[in-house]
Protein backbone atom coordinates (compact mmCIF):
# COMPACT_ATOMS: atom_id res chain seq x y z
CA UNK A 1 0.00 0.00 0.00
CA UNK A 2 1.11 3.32 -1.03
CA UNK A 3 2.08 5.88 1.74
CA UNK A 4 -0.06 9.04 1.45
CA UNK A 5 1.44 11.93 -0.16
CA UNK A 6 -0.53 15.19 -1.10
CA UNK A 7 2.14 15.34 -4.19
CA UNK A 8 -0.60 14.49 -7.30
CA UNK A 9 -2.91 17.28 -7.66
CA UNK A 10 -1.09 20.39 -9.40
CA UNK A 11 -2.19 23.70 -8.92
CA UNK A 12 -3.27 22.11 -5.05
CA UNK A 13 -1.67 19.19 -3.83
CA UNK A 14 2.35 20.02 -4.33
CA UNK A 15 5.61 18.94 -2.44
CA UNK A 16 7.20 22.56 -3.54
CA UNK A 17 5.97 25.84 -2.89
CA UNK A 18 4.25 27.85 -5.79
CA UNK A 19 2.30 30.83 -6.48
CA UNK A 20 -0.36 31.39 -8.84
CA UNK A 21 -1.94 34.10 -9.51
CA UNK A 22 -6.01 33.84 -9.16
CA UNK A 23 -6.67 33.45 -13.43
CA UNK A 24 -4.33 31.25 -13.77
CA UNK A 25 -5.18 28.89 -10.84
CA UNK A 26 -8.65 29.13 -11.94
CA UNK A 27 -8.15 28.64 -15.15
CA UNK A 28 -6.42 25.46 -14.78
CA UNK A 29 -9.47 23.68 -12.82
CA UNK A 30 -12.05 24.63 -14.97
CA UNK A 31 -10.13 22.91 -18.06
CA UNK A 32 -9.46 19.92 -16.42
CA UNK A 33 -12.10 19.23 -13.69
CA UNK A 34 -11.94 15.76 -13.51
CA UNK A 35 -8.58 16.08 -11.61
CA UNK A 36 -10.29 18.08 -9.33
CA UNK A 37 -13.57 16.52 -8.27
CA UNK A 38 -12.77 15.24 -4.75
CA UNK A 39 -10.97 18.01 -3.71
CA UNK A 40 -12.95 20.25 -1.21
CA UNK A 41 -12.08 22.95 1.14
CA UNK A 42 -13.28 21.91 4.67
CA UNK A 43 -11.98 25.26 6.14
CA UNK A 44 -11.72 28.74 5.86
CA UNK A 45 -9.79 31.44 7.89
CA UNK A 46 -9.51 34.97 8.31
CA UNK A 47 -6.03 35.90 9.13
CA UNK A 48 -4.27 39.10 10.39
CA UNK A 49 -0.18 39.41 10.67
CA UNK A 50 0.22 41.68 13.11
CA UNK A 51 3.90 41.99 12.14
CA UNK A 52 3.15 43.73 8.81
CA UNK A 53 3.06 47.34 8.31
CA UNK A 54 -0.63 47.81 8.27
CA UNK A 55 -1.87 44.72 9.48
CA UNK A 56 -1.93 42.75 6.27
CA UNK A 57 -5.01 40.51 6.06
CA UNK A 58 -5.69 36.95 4.25
CA UNK A 59 -6.99 33.84 4.24
CA UNK A 60 -6.11 30.50 4.65
CA UNK A 61 -7.71 27.02 3.43
CA UNK A 62 -7.37 23.54 4.17
CA UNK A 63 -8.47 21.03 1.34
CA UNK A 64 -8.99 17.53 1.52
CA UNK A 65 -9.39 14.82 -0.35
CA UNK A 66 -11.74 12.62 -0.38
CA UNK A 67 -10.60 9.81 -2.80
CA UNK A 68 -8.24 8.36 -0.49
CA UNK A 69 -8.57 5.46 1.93
CA UNK A 70 -7.46 8.03 5.07
CA UNK A 71 -8.10 11.94 5.09
CA UNK A 72 -5.45 13.52 3.11
CA UNK A 73 -5.25 17.54 3.60
CA UNK A 74 -3.07 20.49 2.46
CA UNK A 75 -3.07 23.96 2.93
CA UNK A 76 -3.36 27.09 0.63
CA UNK A 77 -2.88 30.81 1.52
CA UNK A 78 -5.12 32.96 -0.60
CA UNK A 79 -4.10 37.24 -0.43
CA UNK A 80 -4.39 40.13 -2.40
CA UNK A 81 -1.00 41.92 -2.66
CA UNK A 82 0.39 45.43 -3.93
CA UNK A 83 1.66 43.58 -7.33
CA UNK A 84 -1.72 41.38 -7.75
CA UNK A 85 -4.50 38.48 -6.42
CA UNK A 86 -2.28 35.26 -5.65
CA UNK A 87 -2.46 31.77 -4.19
CA UNK A 88 0.44 30.03 -2.57
CA UNK A 89 0.61 26.01 -2.45
CA UNK A 90 2.32 23.69 -0.90
CA UNK A 91 4.23 26.30 1.65
CA UNK A 92 6.16 24.53 4.59
CA UNK A 93 4.91 26.89 7.08
CA UNK A 94 1.52 28.13 8.11
CA UNK A 95 2.19 31.89 7.91
CA UNK A 96 2.22 34.05 4.75
CA UNK A 97 4.60 35.69 3.61
CA UNK A 98 5.53 38.91 5.70
CA UNK A 99 2.40 40.76 3.75
CA UNK A 100 2.69 43.90 2.16
CA UNK A 101 6.18 44.71 2.47
CA UNK A 102 6.63 48.35 0.59
CA UNK A 103 3.23 49.20 0.99
CA UNK A 104 3.61 52.82 2.86
CA UNK A 105 5.87 53.45 -0.50
CA UNK A 106 2.88 52.57 -2.65
CA UNK A 107 -0.06 53.89 -0.62
CA UNK A 108 -1.16 56.67 -3.38
CA UNK A 109 0.05 54.17 -6.69
CA UNK A 110 -2.88 52.33 -8.39
CA UNK A 111 -0.51 49.30 -8.25
CA UNK A 112 2.90 48.24 -7.41
CA UNK A 113 5.32 45.79 -8.90
CA UNK A 114 7.12 45.83 -5.37
CA UNK A 115 5.98 42.25 -3.69
CA UNK A 116 5.34 41.90 0.04
CA UNK A 117 7.55 38.54 0.04
CA UNK A 118 9.93 40.77 -0.24
CA UNK A 119 11.17 40.26 3.59
CA UNK A 120 11.50 43.70 4.36
CA UNK A 121 9.63 43.14 7.50
CA UNK A 122 10.53 40.86 10.50
CA UNK A 123 8.31 37.55 9.68
CA UNK A 124 4.75 36.81 10.32
CA UNK A 125 2.59 36.59 13.05
CA UNK A 126 -0.84 35.63 11.97
CA UNK A 127 -3.55 36.61 14.18
CA UNK A 128 -7.02 34.40 13.27
CA UNK A 129 -10.13 36.58 13.31
CA UNK A 130 -12.76 34.31 12.03
CA UNK A 131 -12.83 30.43 10.81
CA UNK A 132 -15.35 28.39 9.06
CA UNK A 133 -16.06 25.04 8.51
CA UNK A 134 -17.88 23.41 5.78
CA UNK A 135 -19.56 20.33 5.31
CA UNK A 136 -17.24 17.54 4.06
CA UNK A 137 -17.81 17.86 -0.28
CA UNK A 138 -19.92 20.52 -0.14
CA UNK A 139 -17.58 22.96 -1.25
CA UNK A 140 -15.50 22.18 -4.26
CA UNK A 141 -12.01 23.84 -4.53
CA UNK A 142 -13.05 24.46 -7.93
CA UNK A 143 -15.39 26.72 -6.95
CA UNK A 144 -12.80 28.63 -4.52
CA UNK A 145 -10.79 29.39 -7.74
CA UNK A 146 -14.07 30.33 -8.96
CA UNK A 147 -14.64 32.73 -6.82
CA UNK A 148 -11.20 34.10 -6.28
CA UNK A 149 -11.08 35.02 -10.04
CA UNK A 150 -14.42 37.01 -9.88
CA UNK A 151 -13.45 38.55 -7.04
CA UNK A 152 -9.94 39.45 -9.05
CA UNK A 153 -12.09 40.41 -11.52
CA UNK A 154 -14.32 43.07 -9.51
CA UNK A 155 -12.01 44.60 -7.89
CA UNK A 156 -9.37 45.05 -10.51
CA UNK A 157 -5.85 46.56 -9.92
CA UNK A 158 -4.78 46.87 -6.07
CA UNK A 159 -5.82 50.67 -5.07
CA UNK A 160 -6.15 51.80 -1.74
CA UNK A 161 -7.87 54.81 -3.05
CA UNK A 162 -10.57 52.70 -4.32
CA UNK A 163 -10.68 50.52 -1.11
CA UNK A 164 -9.53 47.16 -2.99
CA UNK A 165 -6.77 46.24 -0.72
CA UNK A 166 -6.03 43.04 0.97
CA UNK A 167 -8.98 43.74 3.63
CA UNK A 168 -11.63 44.06 1.21
CA UNK A 169 -9.99 41.15 -1.03
CA UNK A 170 -10.11 38.56 1.95
CA UNK A 171 -13.74 39.92 3.17
CA UNK A 172 -15.32 39.50 -0.57
CA UNK A 173 -13.87 36.12 -0.52
CA UNK A 174 -14.39 34.73 3.01
CA UNK A 175 -18.12 36.52 3.02
CA UNK A 176 -18.79 34.53 -0.58
CA UNK A 177 -17.84 31.31 0.15
CA UNK A 178 -19.92 31.63 3.64
CA UNK A 179 -23.12 32.86 1.80
CA UNK A 180 -22.71 30.25 -1.47
CA UNK A 181 -21.98 26.97 -0.20
CA UNK A 182 -23.35 24.76 3.09
CA UNK A 183 -21.08 25.58 6.45
CA UNK A 184 -21.13 23.87 9.46
CA UNK A 185 -19.72 26.05 11.83
CA UNK A 186 -18.29 29.58 12.05
CA UNK A 187 -16.18 30.60 15.14
CA UNK A 188 -15.61 34.15 15.73
CA UNK A 189 -12.18 34.71 17.68
CA UNK A 190 -11.77 36.82 20.72
CA UNK A 191 -9.79 39.60 18.37
CA UNK A 192 -12.17 40.00 15.36
CA UNK A 193 -12.98 43.30 16.16
CA UNK A 194 -9.89 44.46 15.18
CA UNK A 195 -10.50 43.32 11.13
CA UNK A 196 -10.09 46.06 8.58
CA UNK A 197 -7.67 48.07 11.43
CA UNK A 198 -4.36 49.14 10.10
CA UNK A 199 -3.44 50.03 13.62
CA UNK A 200 -4.45 48.44 17.12
CA UNK A 201 -4.83 50.70 19.53
CA UNK A 202 -5.71 49.09 23.00
CA UNK A 203 -3.61 49.34 26.14
CA UNK A 204 -0.50 47.37 26.38
CA UNK A 205 -1.72 44.34 28.41
CA UNK A 206 -4.71 43.93 25.81
CA UNK A 207 -1.67 44.34 23.20
CA UNK A 208 0.16 41.53 24.87
CA UNK A 209 -2.70 39.39 25.01
CA UNK A 210 -3.54 39.60 21.47
CA UNK A 211 0.44 38.66 20.79
CA UNK A 212 0.39 35.74 23.03
CA UNK A 213 -3.00 34.39 21.25
CA UNK A 214 -0.73 34.83 17.38
CA UNK A 215 2.48 33.55 18.89
CA UNK A 216 -0.10 30.12 20.47
CA UNK A 217 -1.76 29.93 17.07
CA UNK A 218 1.19 30.35 15.32
CA UNK A 219 2.91 27.63 17.19
CA UNK A 220 0.21 24.53 17.23
CA UNK A 221 0.24 25.42 13.67
CA UNK A 222 3.26 24.39 13.44
CA UNK A 223 3.33 21.60 15.19
CA UNK A 224 -0.28 20.10 13.34
CA UNK A 225 1.70 20.59 9.97
CA UNK A 226 4.41 18.12 11.72
CA UNK A 227 1.65 15.66 12.74
CA UNK A 228 0.30 15.84 9.16
CA UNK A 229 3.96 14.59 8.06
CA UNK A 230 4.31 11.10 9.45
CA UNK A 231 6.96 8.87 8.88
CA UNK A 232 4.03 6.99 6.41
CA UNK A 233 6.12 4.53 5.22
CA UNK A 234 7.18 2.88 8.36
CA UNK A 235 3.43 3.53 9.60
CA UNK A 236 1.89 1.44 6.59
CA UNK A 237 4.65 -1.34 7.68
CA UNK A 238 3.03 -1.66 10.41
CA UNK A 239 -0.26 -2.04 9.89
CA UNK A 240 0.30 -4.27 7.53
CA UNK A 241 2.35 -6.27 10.17
CA UNK A 242 -0.20 -5.59 12.78
CA UNK A 243 -2.83 -7.50 10.11
CA UNK A 244 -0.78 -10.59 10.26
CA UNK A 245 -0.30 -10.72 14.11
CA UNK A 246 -2.98 -13.32 16.22
CA UNK A 247 -5.75 -11.89 17.10
CA UNK A 248 -4.65 -11.77 21.02
CA UNK A 249 -2.46 -8.53 19.33
CA UNK A 250 -4.54 -6.51 17.91
CA UNK A 251 -3.53 -3.01 20.30
CA UNK A 252 -0.41 -2.10 18.17
CA UNK A 253 -2.92 -1.67 15.08
CA UNK A 254 -5.80 -0.24 17.51
CA UNK A 255 -3.21 2.38 18.57
CA UNK A 256 -2.08 3.54 15.21
CA UNK A 257 -5.59 4.04 13.92
CA UNK A 258 -6.62 6.18 16.71
CA UNK A 259 -3.33 8.18 16.15
CA UNK A 260 -4.05 8.56 12.11
CA UNK A 261 -7.45 9.79 13.12
CA UNK A 262 -6.53 11.84 16.20
CA UNK A 263 -3.90 14.09 13.52
CA UNK A 264 -6.88 14.33 11.32
CA UNK A 265 -9.62 15.58 13.54
CA UNK A 266 -6.68 18.04 14.47
CA UNK A 267 -6.88 19.22 10.50
CA UNK A 268 -10.01 20.76 10.96
CA UNK A 269 -9.48 21.51 14.37
CA UNK A 270 -9.12 25.66 15.41
CA UNK A 271 -6.52 25.37 18.10
CA UNK A 272 -5.25 22.84 20.52
CA UNK A 273 -8.36 22.71 22.70
CA UNK A 274 -10.92 22.87 19.96
CA UNK A 275 -8.78 20.17 18.65
CA UNK A 276 -9.32 17.88 21.92
CA UNK A 277 -12.73 19.08 21.88
CA UNK A 278 -13.47 17.39 18.75
CA UNK A 279 -11.92 13.98 19.02
CA UNK A 280 -14.31 13.58 22.01
CA UNK A 281 -17.38 14.49 20.09
CA UNK A 282 -15.89 13.24 17.13
CA UNK A 283 -14.88 9.07 18.04
CA UNK A 284 -14.00 6.18 16.51
CA UNK A 285 -15.01 2.65 17.65
CA UNK A 286 -13.27 -0.63 16.28
CA UNK A 287 -14.90 -3.82 15.85
CA UNK A 288 -12.86 -6.85 15.08
CA UNK A 289 -13.79 -9.00 12.73
CA UNK A 290 -10.85 -11.23 12.32
CA UNK A 291 -7.09 -10.54 11.72
CA UNK A 292 -7.21 -8.68 8.68
CA UNK A 293 -10.74 -7.34 8.51
CA UNK A 294 -11.39 -4.20 10.55
CA UNK A 295 -14.68 -1.68 10.50
CA UNK A 296 -14.35 1.50 11.43
CA UNK A 297 -17.38 3.55 12.94
CA UNK A 298 -17.19 6.67 12.66
CA UNK A 299 -20.03 8.66 15.11
CA UNK A 300 -19.92 12.33 14.74
CA UNK A 301 -22.13 15.01 16.70
CA UNK A 302 -22.24 17.90 15.60
CA UNK A 303 -21.22 20.82 18.67
CA UNK A 304 -23.78 23.55 19.05
CA UNK A 305 -22.26 26.72 18.95
CA UNK A 306 -24.63 30.17 19.04
CA UNK A 307 -23.90 31.89 15.66
CA UNK A 308 -22.75 35.40 16.01
CA UNK A 309 -23.33 38.47 13.67
CA UNK A 310 -20.23 40.19 12.25
CA UNK A 311 -20.18 43.58 11.19
CA UNK A 312 -18.34 43.62 7.69
CA UNK A 313 -18.34 46.06 4.96
CA UNK A 314 -21.61 46.88 2.59
CA UNK A 315 -20.48 46.19 -0.82
CA UNK A 316 -22.31 45.26 -3.80
CA UNK A 317 -19.43 43.26 -5.24
CA UNK A 318 -20.14 40.27 -2.45
CA UNK A 319 -23.65 39.58 -3.15
CA UNK A 320 -21.99 39.29 -6.74
CA UNK A 321 -19.71 37.36 -6.49
CA UNK A 322 -21.67 34.74 -4.49
CA UNK A 323 -24.40 34.96 -6.51
CA UNK A 324 -22.16 33.54 -9.59
CA UNK A 325 -20.94 31.01 -8.35
CA UNK A 326 -23.85 29.66 -5.25
CA UNK A 327 -25.67 26.32 -6.47
CA UNK A 328 -28.63 26.67 -8.38
CA UNK A 329 -30.26 25.69 -4.94
CA UNK A 330 -27.87 26.12 -2.40
CA UNK A 331 -29.08 24.40 1.14
CA UNK A 332 -28.09 26.23 3.72
CA UNK A 333 -27.27 24.75 6.83
CA UNK A 334 -28.02 27.66 8.68
CA UNK A 335 -31.11 30.15 7.66
CA UNK A 336 -30.06 33.58 10.26
CA UNK A 337 -29.52 36.72 8.39
CA UNK A 338 -26.25 36.79 6.98
CA UNK A 339 -23.75 39.61 8.72
CA UNK A 340 -24.48 42.18 5.94
CA UNK A 341 -28.43 42.23 7.02
CA UNK A 342 -29.72 40.10 3.61
CA UNK A 343 -30.99 36.73 4.42
CA UNK A 344 -30.01 33.30 2.87
CA UNK A 345 -32.81 33.66 0.01
CA UNK A 346 -32.04 37.76 -0.63
CA UNK A 347 -29.03 36.61 -2.57
CA UNK A 348 -31.49 35.44 -5.46
CA UNK A 349 -32.73 39.13 -5.99
CA UNK A 350 -31.22 41.01 -8.70
CA UNK A 351 -28.51 43.31 -8.23
CA UNK A 352 -30.12 46.44 -9.32
CA UNK A 353 -32.99 46.29 -6.64
CA UNK A 354 -30.30 45.67 -3.86
CA UNK A 355 -28.72 48.73 -5.70
CA UNK A 356 -31.95 50.84 -5.32
CA UNK A 357 -32.69 49.79 -1.49
CA UNK A 358 -29.03 50.85 -1.06
CA UNK A 359 -30.26 54.24 -1.66
CA UNK A 360 -32.84 54.65 0.54
CA UNK A 361 -31.78 52.93 3.65
CA UNK A 362 -29.02 54.24 5.89
CA UNK A 363 -26.72 51.73 7.79
CA UNK A 364 -24.01 52.04 10.12
CA UNK A 365 -20.74 52.88 9.91
CA UNK A 366 -17.98 50.10 9.20
CA UNK A 367 -14.32 50.03 11.49
CA UNK A 368 -13.52 52.08 7.89
CA UNK A 369 -15.89 54.63 7.94
CA UNK A 370 -17.37 53.42 4.76
CA UNK A 371 -21.25 53.21 5.08
CA UNK A 372 -22.49 49.28 5.61
CA UNK A 373 -25.99 50.39 4.11
CA UNK A 374 -27.47 47.11 3.58
CA UNK A 375 -31.22 46.82 4.37
CA UNK A 376 -31.94 44.70 7.33
CA UNK A 377 -35.13 44.02 6.47
CA UNK A 378 -36.88 40.64 6.24
CA UNK A 379 -36.47 38.56 2.85
CA UNK A 380 -38.91 38.91 0.51
CA UNK A 381 -39.36 35.45 -1.00
CA UNK A 382 -38.50 31.97 -0.81
CA UNK A 383 -36.73 32.17 3.22
CA UNK A 384 -36.66 28.74 4.31
Request: with cysteine.
Amino acid sequence: MAPLKATSIPCVFEDRENEYNTWTWNSTMSNDPETYQHCFVRTLTYVKNLRSTVLHEYLQAIVERTDTQMPVRTRLIVERQTDGDRVIVGRSSWATSSGSAGFVSNLFKSSSSSSSSSGAEQGSLPLPLYSLKFASGKFPVAKLAEILQRTTDSGGVYNLLRGKHCFWFANIVYQSAKLAFPWEDERIWPWAMYRCYVKIIAWPWTKSRIEDAAKVFSKEMEERKEMEEPKEIEERKEIEECKEHSPGDPDKLAVWLRTIYADAIRGDAHDGADAERCIKVYFIVLVRMNTKQILLFHLSLTACQEHLDTLVSGDLDLANVAQEVAPSEPSREKSDASPLGIESAGMHRSINSIGSERKRHGGPQDPRGDPAVWPNSRASEGRR
